[in-house]
């Protein structure tokens, strides 16, 4: 026997755990159709039968207040599984039996898993699931996910269902005389007009109807004009009646109804709660700690600073290894390959592309374990109550922080891991207000472009500019938020109605999978869009090459030193291994020719497509102040931003520069006499606002659906960062600071 | 006596009298269990005094003052404090 199972509950219901325990590693997380909500999918294996399983979106209701509960409720209704495995909180049995009492109303076969009983038990709650069982019609199940007990059970109820395909009936609640009679008008005329019903029951598209349900509306008004606009005339008048009599709404009468059953049923003898439901327990002592006035906030940044720091010290140690891995195959295939442009494809191009954005894996994987172990422990909701009125104000989310200094609020983050921290948000408009501003905070790739500039222009200063940088970046990540709530993303914020669950121990199989699953997503992404960005990237850097012409004259003039001098010195420069020293004559001829070999690649990178683009944007950029060389670099910084110091140093003829060792170029540009501290300045704040590298913006396409907010972000980044580098170079040049 | 869930003082209880909002924000409220003659306490608010948690049904729920400007609650007189 085969048959699919869908796994429904409330957020925090031990669902997932439940997931993980019933299909150990055999997951399938994919989408569904044409949203960003995460589906998984599984595979339960009994001797005698094989249950194929689905986690729905956690939810706490089925009204369609949230994408996650417009998915659960349309895979219900489409996919039509043959059974739903409804997780219940025992230790919250009443609100969580409202999700259950929905599923009931809607007429599916449903079975109820009362999970977590042990917690239950332990706060004093016995529950007698035989007597809710006949109550409520359906099959109820203890089961305690954590340990896996009663998971057969629930899966061998579950097929039985299915074997013996039981028959359920709609649950009819009374929802009020007025709200009743309506009702029953209401569903002759469905039933009538064959509106719906193919999909839906019809006593649910009325109930629907009286819960103004947006999603059911406008498919109703769609399928017959009339025959919606009717029930919707019924719905108003049974409005206007319950607020002249009652003072209250149908959808309010409905929800109240609903609550007084699940009443109802727990007084005949299916719950003895010993003590009073609103008692604190070990959680709540706990949170009056993390969540105090003074200590809160002082410990949320300890927290906070201390997963930062656990996070890329220990991630460090791994990227290491990949990026010596990925230079000894570069190394490698620089000696087996010959030299030419295969050899530069693959190497500048491929290995360096990809072996760069690999090299992010170890900190995504310790990032998202640190940021699951935060979320699964419940401490992560208690940040976002913490800090939703600041965040707030512009309009985010309390949940957006943590986006927020994963991108290098912190300085030093990245904004990959940043920009897949938005998932923790469930309110739309404020997520993607959040995942469109992490990429301002300073991660780690741009602190060698501000050391390379605060070295050359403000070495006095350096502290004080770091100290001035995280602020700028915050401000300017909030302000263009707020910029962004009121403009191209405007709407009500979401309500912040939410639950803080209580504290829990993750368990580690959770973290584990959570992690892999995150990993896997982008190093999928890896291994394609970014390795075709990279090497488009490469081809504009190289392409066309330096005329023939050109190259020789480059050839004559290392040959005139050449034979300039005695031959004993070129010949032991061309014998001589690498690391062995040389004499002082030989090493003078070798600086001699890397000063021509500099100048040869400064020659070729300007003759390049990407020279040209910046040659020809200079008449845009001089406007900050911005010569070809700083606009191939910045060009180059797409592809992530500390490439804009080599390539500055290859501009700048000195070869390719170490960006974690850029003292030499920092003298060149302080020197330089096109060059001023506030250039400097502007080409900071430049660096701070402007596109975010390719593999973020991949990562925001993905993330919010939509590559058009990717574009969103290069261009509209890009346009607000050039306003500000200008503003800062005519003031200042008009001014007088900083100029020399 | 009947006040706003807002004026309501840290531990202070009392049982929801009505919730006068409909909508999403009506629907989330009601959907997360607060309903007329549903028991609450107020468990503590956040540094900056928003949001507000509650004790509610055996779970703590939060929410923004002006968003429980919306709930009103059937209080005992003594236990109002000031």
Known sequence: ?740 | MRINLRQMSDNQAGKIAAVKVAGDLGRRIRDMGMVPGTDIKIQGRAPLYDPVALRIRGATLTLRNNEADHIEVEVEEECKQQ
């Open chain 1, 1 to 740: 026997m085969q048959a699919t199972v869908a796994l429904a509950g409330n957020p925090n219901s031990g669902k997932t755990t439940l997931f993980n325990e019933l299909t150990g590693a055999r997951q399938h997380v994919g989408n569904y159709p044409g949203v960003t909500v995460e589906k998984k999918e599984g595979t339960y294996t009994h001797p005698d039968f094989k249950l194929h399983i689905v986690d729905l979106p956690g939810t706490y209701s089925l009204t369609a207040y949230s994408l996650e509960e417009v998915v659960a409720r349309d895979y219900l209704v489409n996919e039509k599984p043959e059974v739903v495995i409804n997780i219940v909180d025992s230790s919250n049995l009443e609100r969580n039996l409202y999700l259950a009492v929905q599923f009931l109303e809607m007429g599916i076969p449903v079975c109820i898993a009362l999970n977590m009983i042990d917690v239950a038990k332990k706060r004093g709650i016995e529950i007698n699931a035989d007597k809710l069982s006949s109550l409520l019609g359906v099959p109820v199940i203890p089961t305690i996910a954590r340990t896996g007990q009663g998971k057969q059970e629930l899966m061998e109820s579950a097929a039985h269902i299915v074997q013996v395909k039981k028959e359920f009936r709609a649950l009819k609640i009374s929802y009020g005389d007025d709200v009743d009679r309506a009702m029953l008008d209401m569903e002759k005329e469905i039933e009538a007009g064959n509106f719906l019903t193919a999909t839906y029951p019809a006593r649910w598209i009325a109930l629907k109807y009286m819960e103004k349900d947006e999603q059911i509306l406008s498919q109703g008004q769609k399928h017959n004009p009339d025959l919606s606009a009717r029930l919707e005339e019924t719905v108003k008048k049974v409005s206007s009646h319950l607020l002249n009599t009652l003072d209250t709404y149908p959808e309010a009468m409905v929800a109240d109804q609903r609550y007084g059953y699940i009443k109802s049923l727990l007084k005949q003898g299916v719950i003895y709660q010993k003590y009073d439901q609103n008692r604190l327990y070990s959680s709540d002592k706990i949170d009056k700690v993390l969540t105090n006035r003074f200590l809160g906030p002082l410990i949320m940044l300890a927290v906070i600073a201390g997963l930062f720091h656990l996070v890329f010290t220990y991630s460090a140690v791994p990227v290491n290894w990949l990026e010596s891995f990925f230079g000894w195959i570069g190394h490698g295939l620089y000696t087996i390959l010959p030299d030419g442009l295969l050899r530069s494809l693959i190497i500048s191009g491929i290995i360096d592309g990809v072996g760069g954005v690999l090299g992010f894996v170890p900190l995504i994987m310790f990032m998202f374990f640190g940021i699951a172990f935060l979320e699964d422990s419940g401490y992560l909701a208690r940040v976002a109550f913490m800090l939703d009125r600041v965040f707030r104000i512009f309009g985010l989310h309390g949940s957006s922080v943590m986006a927020f200094i994963v991108s290098g609020g912190i300085a030093g983050g990245c904004a990959v891991p940043g920009v897949m921290a938005t998932r923790t948000l469930k309110s739309p408009r404020e997520r993607l207000a959040t995942l469109l501003t992490v990429p301002f905070m300073n991660c780690g790739a741009k602190l060698p472009v501000f050391a390379l500039l605060i070295a050359a222009f403000f070495a006095k200063y350096e502290a004080a500019i770091m100290f001035a940088i995280t602020l700028g970046a915050w401000a300017g990540a909030l302000l263009v938020a707020k910029l962004l709530r009121v403009t191209v993303i405007k709407g009500e914020s979401t309500p912040f109605v939410m639950e803080l669950p209580p504290y829990r121990m993750p368990t580690f199989k959770g973290l584990a999978i959570h992690t892999w699953e995150r990993t896997w997503q982008y190093i999928k992404k890896a291994g394609t869009v970014i390795l075709g960005f990279s090497i488009i990237l490469w081809t504009m850097m190289t392409f066309p090459m330096l005329p023939e012409s050109r190259v020789g004259e480059f050839e004559s003039r290392r040959q005139s030193i050449l034979v300039s001098v005695p031959a004993s010195v070129s010949t032991e420069l061309e014998r001589i291994d690498e690391g062995t020293d040389l004499s002082g004559a030989a090493r003078d001829l070798k600086k001699q020719l890397q000063i021509i070999n500099y100048a040869e690649a400064e020659a070729g990178l300007r003759y390049s497509v990407a020279g040209r683009i910046g040659t020809a944007l200079e008449s845009v950029s001089q406007w900050a102040g911005f010569d070809w060389r700083t606009n191939i670099a910045l060009l180059a910084g797409f592809a992530a931003k500390e490439v804009m110091v080599s390539t500055l140093g290859t501009a700048y003829s000195l070869g390719e520069v170490d960006p974690e060792a850029s003292g030499p170029l920092s003298e060149k540009l302080a020197e330089d006499p096109g060059w001023s501290p506030l250039m400097g300045l502007g080409l900071i704040v430049f660096t701070m606002f402007y596109a975010p590298c390719f593999v973020s913006v991949v990562c925001i396409s993905k993330e919010s659906g939509s590559w058009k907010w990717g574009a969103f972000a290069v261009i509209f980044n890009t346009l607000l960062a050039f306003s500000l580098a200008v503003l800062i170079f005519q003031t200042g040049s008009a001014l007088g600071v900083l100029t020399n």
